[in-house]
């Protein structure tokens, strides 16, 4: 590691700035991205397509009818908000191979995943406990699949109101449990603990750190269109089939979420 050099230099940046350059790191590292992606988002996917899949009948050649809309409407905000919560947990790995490319190192994947491995329930803890994963599923397990709406997905989107209000003024948990290490708890009063380092880190100008959350969950709603938009062109492209039915929205829909959570990630 060459702590005195960095792939990109250090300053203080604007919201627009750290855009454009999470861009360039983004097309540069693409693929390791992908695949370290893949192996957080893959087990999440599956656990939101059994708690959802039931909102909408699956049938991939059919078209869009009147009557499905809703239930349509429907997963896709729930997935929506899945991803939300799930997004800093999916990509944990993804933090850690960024976190040795920043200093100039090769990382390997496979060296990447050994070094997350043991502090895996460090950060289960914190996000699948304390910042709203499991929370989020079992209010999913609760809703009543015969009514319209449920009051457990009432509290499922106040769930995650919280988180991401939570995510904007503190959005650096996973840098601080796998870059810095940062322990959980510490026999040592004067150990610099993860919740310590981040109120040292997140406590200068949380207002600051809320207006660029604000900016950055505008640009995934936009992020997320387009990214569907091009989903649906390579489709109409490679399989001459241009058409929005059931199947694009149950796949495309969540592939987006993902891909656009993962440039957000480097942002």
Not at 42 to 56: D, F
Request: hydrophobic residues 55%; proline residues 5%; charged residues 15%.
């Amino acid at each position: 590691v060459q702590l005195d050099r960095t792939l990109i230099a250090i300053r203080e940046r604007g919201v627009f700035d750290t855009l454009d350059l999470a861009l360039h790191v983004f097309r540069i590292y693409l693929w390791p991205l992908t695949i370290t992606m893949c192996l957080g988002v893959i087990p999440l996917a599956i656990v939101n397509h059994v708690l959802t899949i039931w909102m909408v009948q699956i049938d991939p050649d059919a078209p869009l009818l009147e009557e499905q809309v809703f239930g349509l409407i429907r997963f896709v905000w729930t997935m929506a908000l899945l991803v939300v919560i799930e997004a800093p947990l999916a990509y944990a790995f993804t933090t850690c191979y960024l976190g040795k490319a920043m200093f100039l190192e090769t990382p390997v994947i496979r060296d990447v995943v050994r070094e997350v491995l043991p502090y895996l329930p460090r950060v289960a803890w914190c996000h699948v406990l304390l910042r709203g994963v499991l929370p989020a599923w079992l209010l999913l397990l609760a809703v009543d699949r015969d009514s319209e709406y449920s009051f457990a997905e009432l509290l499922l989107t106040l769930l995650f109101l919280v988180v991401l209000v939570r995510r904007a003024t503190a959005p650096f948990l996973n840098e601080i449990l796998l870059l810095e290490k940062n322990p959980l708890r510490a026999a040592d009063p004067y150990a610099m603990t993860a919740r310590k380092r981040s109120a040292v880190l997140h406590g200068s100008n949380p207002a600051r750190l809320f207006n660029q959350g604000f900016v950055v969950s505008a640009s995934a709603v936009l992020l997320t269109l387009a990214m569907f938009g091009t989903l649906l062109c390579w489709k109409g492209l490679f399989l001459d089939d241009w058409t929005v039915g059931l199947g694009m929205f149950v796949m495309g829909a969540p592939l987006s979420m993902w891909m656009t959570a993962l440039f957000l990630t480097v942002v």
